[in-house]
DNA sequence: CGGTTTTGACCTGCGC
DNA sequence: GCGCAGGTCAAAACCG
């Protein structure tokens, strides 16, 4: 009888465990909700806004970066684009995690920056043309300027587990933007989705990862919302990423 | 030992 | 033509 009595216990246990963990995940998904409408609204501004330092230009006349001359041929030189990183202030390195393989083939001092400018190739795949080149912002140096040039002849998948779940790098709102636009809500999308689950974390990498084949962040961005699954990870990552904070603050 | 990074030299376009 | 600046090359060093 005692021992029954202990067992209904026990369940009674269970279940206010599980009512405040349903209580806490219901909160969760209101969080993300409202992040999710503020980046709506930011994404829905930058379009009216049509400039931006973050830009997919498609070699468009505004990049005071065009290459004056591509010593070698370039297959496709009008796939140009730029994304800002914040990194570990710590770290000076010039390293982007963007899943694919780098190899780093010069360094230079340029005028109009006292941080070096790094260049680097697709090393992933021996043909493939594209070039990026990294230089830390001028306004803010925790904040790393990635330009990407052409297009990758193969996938990312297949290095970027590794590669992304150790990043603490952020896509950010360019410091130069947010000092013109102070009231606007900065966006911070964390890629190292930290958390406990490994495979959900892999897969959202894989899925959802930042690639540079696509035309434009407004394609990108929609096809995320309109894949249902993109909410669920979405929102598992939020969840897993709140959940280990210290202490929940209610908005 | 093979791949990557470093770094000085070199190449080329552009402005004067 | 000259100097400057950005981009690339390539040999040596480094690393796993």
């Not at 219901?26 to 806004?49: P, T």
């Not at 390195?93 to 083939?105: A, C, H, I, N, T």
């Not at 070096?116 to 021996?126: K, T």
């Not at 330009?147 to 709102?173: P, W």
Request: net charge positive; charged share 25%.
């Amino acid at each position: 009888m005692e021992k029954m009595f202990l067992q209904v216990e026990k369940l009674q246990a269970d279940v206010e465990c599980l009512r405040k963990e349903n209580e806490t995940l219901r909160f969760l998904l209101g969080v993300m909700r409202s992040k999710y409408d503020v980046l709506q609204a930011h994404l829905q501004e930058r379009n009216a806004e049509q400039t931006g330092l973050i830009s997919l230009t498609g070699g468009s006349g505004s990049d005071n970066e065009t290459n004056k001359r591509p010593r070698t041929e370039v297959p496709t030189p009008n796939k140009t684009s730029r994304i800002f990183v914040r990194t570990d202030p710590r770290d000076n390195s010039l390293v982007v995690k963007d899943g694919y393989q780098w190899r780093k083939y010069g360094q230079k001092v340029t005028k109009d920056n006292p941080s070096p400018r790094a260049y680097f190739r697709c090393s992933m795949s021996p043909g493939c043309p594209v070039k990026k080149k990294v230089q830390r912002c001028l306004e803010d140096k925790s904040v790393l300027l990635a330009t990407y040039d052409g297009q990758h002849n193969h996938s990312a998948h297949g290095s970027l587990g590794g590669a992304l779940s150790s990043s603490t790098a952020y896509i950010i709102s360019p410091p130069s933007m947010a000092s013109n636009h102070p009231p606007r809500p900065s966006i911070s999308l964390d890629l190292s989705l930290s958390g406990p689950n490994q495979e959900n974390r892999r897969n959202f990498v894989e899925e959802y990862g930042y690639n540079n084949n696509n035309n434009s962040i407004e394609e990108y961005l929609a096809s995320l919302t309109k894949d249902p699954n993109f909410t669920a990870t979405l929102a598992a990552a939020v969840a897993s990423s709140l959940i280990h904070q210290p202490k929940l603050s209610r908005i």
